[in-house]
């Protein structure tokens, strides 16, 4: 059992304190909102409630769970009052600038450990937060020259405790990779909206759209400021992952331009194969 | 009640023959092989089974719900044995190239409709058959300057009993909208894939792949020869969204590069309240 604060009660961090405190860990939960906290209070999600971000003193680990733009500011906030020996994470979708700068911020004795559940809904809102969002999930942590092994040890302990698989990436590494699987098609998927909305057919296009655009769409549906935060904080990666996609896109844009049908099959397989190994 | 014809009972021709049987028509189903034609008749799907396009001599409506390479061909075959007023209709996926090719080749006093169903899943045999595929779906029937009117009616009548609703378009109009809402995104889907798998951490993003990703490219999944049709048979209509969508990414591109956090804002809410709009 440690004791555990969970700053930021979204989807993210109410999920994780109905997780945590089910695993019967003492868990205190603090927002920026009064009404956030009696929602959580409510359904039994948190032990203690807090509006102020000095009641993680005694908190064995911190989550910082806020959006990405308030993780920095937050823990400098918080880093005169945390305890020794406190492990202190975060769970923002871009890693290599949170890490480098928490990195600094961290009092000596108390360790920070990146992290990111690939876990998430269009909804972000505590009323989205579900027990099990983590369960089977991957929960990457981001390890460092500079990372404590002790440290990591007993944040391992309590992901795994959620039902999550645990993988160690380097924050560049974890970048790359979020960028890949869910920024850059997220970049994608506006596009697509964009170039379908701006089409003089727009009208019969929406009444036509089915199953297969609603699910290619879907990430736009969430909170747009993620997007930005998204964008922003992982912009080279990003960038990057674009051009790829870039490259791939003219590719086949060729092979349909010259009626190729056996390289549109060999496109069509390959990305078949690829996908159906995943899921 | 009328005598109805389906041909090919896969996915859409077996949905639509679940649908029609109970809707209280006489449903016959041909397709090429006897082992269909024993899970139709078992699933109570048809009230008799042919492997003999000649079959369709009594019908009032014939569907040709093949893969769309086969529609034409399978049209010049039956057209010799189509009784007086009979109607025909096809589910393919692009409607200029078929209407044309269809309306030469019907027998005088025969009628084409060219249609096509907005519903579908990545399974498309007679064992991914459902009874309500259709049900509040649209289901695109095409016109023309050849079109006739009473043969509209008479198909209009037999389709709505899906359940679907009834859009009429032109078939230009038509082909540019499927391309908008499910070729150019096929496309779009697959060269996401594709670029994620040539990466040199595809590994580490194939295990972090959560539900964003699932959705994005869920259309990847389907049968890779249907891809390689609509990309065929509505080539220039695909390209042009592809141009359209390649204008609306290198927007968003220009905008990351710039780190202009506002004009993020602005591309990702737009997305958002469009695909709001629909869904």
């Avoid at 049908?261 to 397989?269: A, D, N, Q, V």
Wanted: glycine share 8%; net charge positive; charged share 25%.
């Amino acid at each position: 059992m440690k004791k555990i604060a969970i700053i930021g009660l979204g989807l993210i961090g109410g999920s994780l304190a109905f997780s945590l405190k089910k695993a019967g860990h003492y868990v205190t939960g603090i927002a920026r909102q009064e009404e956030v906290l009696n929602k959580a209070r409510e359904a039994s999600a948190i032990d203690a409630g807090s509006l102020n971000l000095q009641d993680i003193s005694d908190s064995d680990i911190i989550f910082v769970c806020t959006p990405i733009n308030l993780i920095i500011p937050v823990l400098e906030q918080i880093a005169p009052y945390l305890k020794k020996g406190a492990v202190v994470s975060d769970v923002g979708s871009s890693k290599q600038e949170i890490v480098a700068k928490a990195e600094k911020l961290m009092p000596k004795g108390t360790y920070f450990v990146g992290g990111h559940p690939m876990a998430g809904k269009e909804q972000t809102k505590f009323e989205a937060a579900e027990i099990d969002l983590f369960k089977d999930k991957t929960w990457i942590i981001t390890e460092t020259s500079k990372t404590s092994k002790k440290a990591v040890e007993q944040l391992e302990e309590v992901i795994l405790g959620t039902g999550a698989k645990m993988l160690k990436l380097d924050p560049k590494t974890h970048d790359m990779v979020v960028a890949g699987i869910s920024h850059m098609p997220l970049a994608i998927a506006v596009s697509l909206v964009n170039a379908v909305a701006s089409s003089s057919d727009k009208e019969n296009m929406a009444k036509c759209a089915a199953s297969g655009f609603r699910d290619t769409t879907r990430i736009v549906s969430g909170d747009p400021l993620l997007g930005v935060d998204m964008f922003t904080t992982n912009k080279k990666a990003v960038l990057k992952m674009i051009g790829a996609f870039k490259k791939s896109l003219s590719k086949l844009e060729k092979i349909v331009k010259n009626s190729d049908s056996e390289g549109m099959k060999i496109e069509l397989e390959k990305a078949k194969e690829f996908r159906d190994s995943i899921f």
